[in-house]
């Protein structure tokens, strides 16, 4: 079983930067996938990033490629997602995923989900 816990959300004004941080507890966690997805309001959930457990392997969604980047440390149990030139469009609620997979970018493969942290930007 494994937990996770975001933090970092805010508001910010376009152009801004917030960091994203997503602790897991459980032993096991190093050797899972992680990713983030969002969801905007009256939108579905939709994958942003992911990174494989040994961070050998980053993917991300087209529209935040050169914007985000993901990262993790496994002695900490804590992924993190740094969010710099943040535009309207990013504004929504930001989830953290967990796959018993070494490795999946797909929605359908994460088990474990955080509570989301909510991420505002203003224009």
């Known amino acids: 079983q494994v937990q996770l816990v975001e933090s970092g959300g805010g508001l910010v004004q376009a152009g801004g930067s917030l960091r994203l941080s997503c602790a897991a507890s459980?032993?096991?966690?190093?050797?899972?996938?992680a990713g983030w997805f969002r969801q905007a309001p009256g939108k579905e959930r939709e994958f942003v990033s992911a990174?494989?457990?040994?961070?050998?392997?980053?993917y991300y969604t087209d529209s935040v490629k050169g914007r985000f980047t993901i990262s993790r440390d496994n002695a900490k149990s804590t992924v993190y997602l740094q969010l710099n030139s943040l535009k309207p469009e990013d504004t929504a609620v930001y989830y953290c995923?967990?796959?018993?997979?070494?490795?999946?970018?797909?929605?359908?493969?994460?088990?474990?989900w955080g509570q989301g942290t909510q991420v505002t930007v203003s224009s």
């Open positions: 990174i494989s457990w040994s961070s050998g392997i980053t």
């Open positions: 459980g032993r096991t966690f190093s050797s899972y996938a």
């Open positions: 995923a967990a796959d018993p997979r070494p490795y999946s970018h797909y929605r359908r493969d994460y088990v474990y």
